[in-house]
């Protein structure tokens, strides 16, 4: 079955950076687009970034120029790098797909930006 692990979250000063991972099993990763979710206390889950099974990206304007998501295809892994934090950046981070018309969806990983 489709399974997603993220990894890489934690605390981190303003201005800091992090890269988070997504490894991916139980379908053919190639072939599918990637994104990253986040969902901040209060508020509803938001779009932070995609990339297609050919590589192209798409981000949120909030996160153009900061945040880069990249993927590996040979480790079934999707990052998101996210460099000059907020404190607004602070979330929970979900790595997610679609197949079939079925979101799949891991089980998050925190990021805390806080001095």
């Known amino acids: 079955q489709v399974q997603l692990v993220e990894s890489g979250g934690g605390l981190v000063q303003p201005g800091g950076s992090l890269r988070l991972s997504c490894a991916a099993s139980?379908?053919?990763?190639?072939?599918?687009?990637m994104n990253w979710y986040r969902q901040a206390p209060g508020k509803e889950r938001e779009l932070v970034a995609s990339?297609?099974?050919?590589?192209?990206?798409t981000y949120a304007d909030s996160m153009k120029g900061r945040f880069t998501i990249s993927r590996d295809n040979g480790k079934n892994t999707v990052y998101l790098q996210m460099n000059t934090l907020k404190r607004e950046d602070t979330a929970v981070y979900y790595c997610?797909?679609?197949?079939?018309?079925?979101?799949?969806w891991g089980q998050g990983t925190q990021v805390t930006v806080s001095s």
């Open positions: 997610n797909t679609a197949r079939y018309s079925i979101n799949y």
């Open positions: 139980g379908f053919t990763f190639s072939s599918y687009g």
């Open positions: 990339i297609s099974s050919s590589g192209r990206t």
